[in-house]
Structure formats: structure tokens, C-alpha cells
């Protein structure tokens, strides 16, 4: 007695093979296995290519966030004054920054002073907000000490002022510069409070990555800032830095057990929490709405399929006589199928990684062929359009498509086999 022969036996790939490279005057449908595989390969190409844009956008989001403001903020409750105003100063903020630098997972904490100021170069002028700060705290924040768009001398901090990229072409100023910041709180007199002007060297000029950040921020050495803002002897915030600051839970409590009674904290997931959660809700709803994409690419495998059996219902009928059995005529079809599906996902995987790749040099090409401002960082609040590549989406993306791949092309090749080879060979 003959052997049975093992599923997906070399004839099955022979005669599978010959029916998907077969022609049109053959019977073939050629045609529609290309539509197929040019469909799942764009799926899966625009699948990967959207997550890794995705992961990009959030990292880059994050890290420049993190990279140039403090992780956590230390507030004063506050009292009342006698205006009726809420005084948050912090006095021993030397001390309450030294408590709170010693708790564990803090990397530092610095004091800060921070006002609103007008600045000018010759006739022009922009908003813009001032962190009094210490050097040694400013050289520790990585977003603005370790720039790669960065110029001038970071260690004259001290002589001067730095001052974000954005403000810098807003009023033309570069290093060097002598400009004018203005405040309205300055010296109080018998007949109210008169501005404060003074004017300061442009030392160092910061990009931080963010449009927002750059187009806004002044730092201001802490003492200078304390004078320019009468604030002698206080500090407005304490500024600190944690070492794992997306996992800030266990850090919060000691933080304020050490800041003392009076204190509250404000950390950089309650300023962005929501634009995140934004992100992953958008997040959600691409895969979901590409995910259909990738089925409705996955169903022309199914038209092509049907339109296969249709035409070789007559070899169906013949293969079955000579003693194929129903299990090796569906793997016959189902190989057609599953072969469109893995080949198309293979080059959608190839095109999407590529994307992810090279995107700056592609994006860089659209910018030049749209005439420019394709990308406007005052709302996208970065310069650039980011992909990162992990393999976990990628992963993801394949496992997508060659699963619906493999499930749409199960049925037309079941229907393959359950054909009755009486009825495909009765008008033969």
C-alpha cells in the first residue's frame, strides 16, 4: 500500500507554483495575483511606516521635554499678602533644594527665578519668558548644554544671557549682541512701580529641539535674575531632575516629605499627560484604521483565489481522479494564497523599513518639491518629521498581515477541495 504523503510535499509547491506563474491564455489570473501582492505590500509598507513614525513623534516629543525642563517642579502653597495675592516665594530654597537632592532617584534640584520679559535688539522686539538659573544647573540640562545646533560659550554664562534660536531670529540677534530685557516690575516709587531696563551680552544661543522652548526662553544667571526681579534672597520653584523620570510615582512622596510642609509639586507628565494620551488614542485608531487596510488588501488574494478555482475546476477534477486527496488539493490553493501574502509582506516590510530609515533625505525631497513649509514646527512644535524602528512594530505589522493572509485564503481553497470531481469533469 502507498504511503500518504506528508502535507506541503514538493508536488504541492510544483503544482502551486505553476498556477500562480501561469498565463492568462493558460487560465492563470496573473493579473490579479499582482494587484494582490502591489496591495498587501503598500498595506504593509504604510502600516510600518506609521508606527515608526508614531514611536518617533512620541520619542522625540518626550525627550525633548525632559531634556530641557525640570521632571518634577517644587511650588510653595503659599500665603496670602497684604494685597490679597498669593505670596509663593521660597526663602531657604538653598537648603529645601540640598533635602530634596538627597532623596534617592533625584539627580539634582536646583533653585529658579522666572519672570516675563519684553527683548529688543535696535528695533526689534519679542516676548519672552526668563529662568534665572545657576551655570552649573544650566551645563546639567542636556537639551540646551549639549545642542548640536548650539553656538557661542556656554562657560561666559555668567557675563550674559542665553537665549533660544527662535527669539534670536525673531529679533536678529546673535552672539555677541547687546540686547535689552524689559520688565514692568522694576523699581518701586513714590508713583508706582517704573520698568526695569538693562542690557545684556548674548552669549550663548540654545536650540532645544522645540519650537515652543526656542521661540520663548531666556536664561538669566540666578542672581542677576534675582536682582532684575527684586527678588533678593528667594527663589521661585525648585528644579529637579530624577533619573527615571516616565517613572516618577515612587519619587513623588519623598520628594515632598523632603521638600518640607508647605510644598506641592507639579511634574512634566501633569503639563503633557494629556497631549500624550492624545497621542495614544491617535495611536489606537491609526493601527485599527490601517489594520482594515490591510484586510481589504488581504480580500484581492481571495478574489484571485476564486477566480483560480473557477478556472481549474477541470484540473481540480482530474487531479482529484488520479488520487489527490481533498487536504493536498487545499494546500495547493492555499500556498497560491499564503505565497502572495508573504511575498507582498516581505517587500512591505523592505519599503516601510527603508522609509524609517532614510526619512529625512525622503522628506527633505518632498519639502523641496512642494516648494517648502511642508513642515511648520510653530504647530508641530518640532523642526522635523521623526520615525524611529522597532522591532516589536515591525513584528507586529507582519504578524497582521500574513495572519490575514493565511485566514482569507483558508475558505476559496477549502472550497477548492470539497469540489466534486464528477461535476468539474461532467461536460469535459
Not at 529625512?360 to 512642494?370: K, L, R, T, W
Not at 516589536?392 to 493572509?405: F, R
Amino acid at each position: 500500500m502507498a504511503a500518504t504523503p506528508p502535507p506541503f510535499a514538493p508536488f504541492e509547491w510544483k503544482i502551486a507554483w505553476r498556477y500562480l506563474r501561469a498565463r492568462r491564455a493558460e487560465g492563470g489570473v496573473s493579473v490579479m495575483t499582482w494587484i494582490s501582492l502591489i496591495g498587501i505590500t503598500l498595506a504593509v509598507f504604510a502600516l510600518i511606516a506609521t508606527l515608526a513614525v508614531r514611536s518617533g513623534f512620541r520619542s522625540e516629543f518626550v525627550g525633548t521635554i525632559l531634556g530641557a525642563n525640570a521632571h518634577v517642579t517644587v511650588y510653595s502653597v503659599g500665603s496670602a499678602d497684604a494685597q490679597g495675592g498669593v505670596d509663593r516665594r521660597i526663602e531657604d530654597f538653598d537648603a529645601m533644594a540640598e533635602r530634596v537632592a538627597q532623596v534617592p532617584g533625584v539627580i539634582r534640584a536646583a533653585p529658579l527665578v522666572k519672570g516675563q520679559v519684553l527683548i529688543t535688539n535696535r528695533d526689534q522686539s519679542s516676548g519672552a519668558e526668563v529662568f534665572g538659573i545657576r551655570p552649573e544647573d544650566l551645563r546639567d540640562l542636556p537639551g540646551i548644554a549639549e545642542s548640536d545646533q548650539a553656538y557661542g560659550d556656554l562657560a561666559r554664562f555668567e557675563e550674559g544671557i542665553a537665549i533660544g534660536s527662535g527669539i534670536a531670529r525673531a529679533i536678529g540677534a546673535t552672539v555677541g549682541d547687546r540686547v535689552r530685557l524689559t520688565s514692568p516690575n522694576g523699581v518701586k516709587t513714590a508713583f508706582g512701580t517704573s520698568p526695569r531696563v538693562n542690557a545684556y551680552e548674548v552669549v550663548y544661543v540654545f536650540s532645544a529641539g522645540r519650537y515652543d522652548i526656542d521661540r520663548t526662553r531666556v536664561y538669566l544667571p540666578f542672581a542677576e535674575a534675582q536682582s532684575f526681579f527684586n527678588r533678593e534672597g528667594i527663589a521661585d520653584e525648585i528644579e529637579v531632575m530624577v533619573e527615571r523620570p516616565e517613572q516618577l510615582d515612587n519619587v513623588l512622596i519623598p520628594i515632598l516629605d523632603a521638600a518640607g510642609d508647605g510644598a506641592q509639586v507639579w511634574t512634566w507628565m501633569d503639563a503633557s499627560g494629556g497631549f500624550l494620551r492624545a497621542l495614544e488614542v491617535e495611536d489606537n485608531v491609526m493601527f485599527i484604521i490601517l489594520s482594515i487596510l490591510v484586510l481589504i488588501a488581504a480580500m484581492n488574494i481571495v478574489s484571485g483565489l476564486i477566480m483560480l478555482v473557477k478556472n481549474k475546476g477541470r484540473d481540480i477534477g482530474i487531479l482529484r481522479t488520479i488520487g489527490l486527496s481533498e487536504g493536498s488539493v487545499l494546500r495547493v490553493f492555499f500556498i497560491c494564497g499564503a505565497f502572495t501574502g508573504l511575498i507582498g509582506t516581505a517587500l512591505g516590510v523592505v519599503l516601510g523599513c527603508l522609509f524609517a530609515i532614510y526619512i529625512d533625505p525622503i522628506f527633505s525631497f518632498v519639502n523641496y518639491a512642494m516648494g517648502g513649509g511642508v513642515w511648520d514646527p510653530a504647530i508641530r512644535g518640532i523642526y522635523a518629521l521623526p520615525a524611529e524602528l522597532h522591532l516589536s512594530d515591525v513584528l507586529k505589522a507582519v504578524a497582521l498581515s500574513l495572519g490575514l493572509s493565511f485566514f482569507v485564503t483558508y475558505f476559496p481553497a477549502r472550497r477548492a477541495a470539497r469540489l466534486n470531481p464528477v461535476e468539474a469533469l461532467r461536460y469535459e
